[in-house]
């Protein structure tokens, strides 16, 4: 059960700094370039994976919950 914990506790650092790096790119494209489109596409995916990694948390939660 620990184990779990742990694995899960750095799989969730692991995609948090993720989108840190690209919250960051996203910033760099906007105030260096004139193509939202980029900006738009990258906007995009960031809030594919943070919803990807809302789930997963809730996934882990779930499997804390049910092993107990």
């Given at each position: 059960?620990?184990?779990?914990?742990?694995?899960?506790?750095?799989?969730?650092s692991?995609?948090?700094?993720?989108?840190?790096c690209?919250?960051?790119?996203i910033?760099?494209?906007?105030?260096?370039?004139?193509?939202?489109?980029?900006l738009?596409?990258?906007?995009?995916?960031?809030?594919?994976?943070?919803?990807?990694?809302?789930?997963?948390t809730?996934?882990?939660?779930?499997?804390?919950?049910?092993?107990?």
């Open positions: 059960m620990l184990l779990l914990a742990a694995a899960s506790s750095s799989i969730l692991v995609r948090s700094k993720q989108l840190n690209v919250s960051s790119q910033y760099r494209l906007y105030t260096h370039t004139d193509t939202h489109i980029f738009f596409l990258r906007t995009e995916w960031f809030n594919h994976e943070s919803k990807s990694t809302d789930r997963f809730k996934q882990i939660r779930h499997e804390k919950h049910v092993s107990r």
